[in-house]
């Protein structure tokens, strides 16, 4: 890269890392190669996410992530994860018709019994 890329480049760096050609171009080289790797680590982190979500929302009506995620597979709704999480968040009563379609389809997602009293508090 010439010398005007590099600066534009660096512009907002700290010290003489943003006007010292030699520093400079390190810290562009270095800034390139986490900006690589971050943009694959920011789709797993994104998943990880929305596995979390479908978990936390498959949990309030007594299912488990992996029996549910079975469940639809078996069921042949393809829906992704992405979506998977914007129903469990955004539209409860859509995300429960979906846990009912895949507590029908496989035998391990039983459905729970309600605590009475006290017991469902803690």
């Known amino acids: 890269m ?3 890329k590099i600066f534009k480049l660096a512009k ?37 996410l929305w596995i979390e979500r479908i978990n936390a929302g498959t949990r309030l009506h007594g299912v488990n992530y ?9 069921e042949n709704i393809q829906l992704n994860r992405k979506v998977l999480s914007e129903l469990a968040m955004h539209e409860p009563y859509s995300f429960k018709a979906l846990v009912n379609v ?6 391990g997602n039983k459905a729970v ?8 508090i803690l």
């Open 113 to 120: 019994p309600k605590k009475e009293g006290l017991s469902s």
């Open 66 to 74: 992996g029996n549910f995620m079975h469940g639809l597979m078996k």
């Open 12 to 48: 907002g760096f700290r010290g003489r890392a943003k006007n010292c050609i030699r520093i400079a171009r390190e810290r562009v080289e270095k800034a390139l190669q986490y900006s690589y790797r971050d943009r694959r680590n920011k789709k797993r982190d994104m998943r990880s």
């Open 2 to 4: 010439n010398k005007d």
């Open 102 to 107: 895949s507590r029908t389809t496989f035998p």
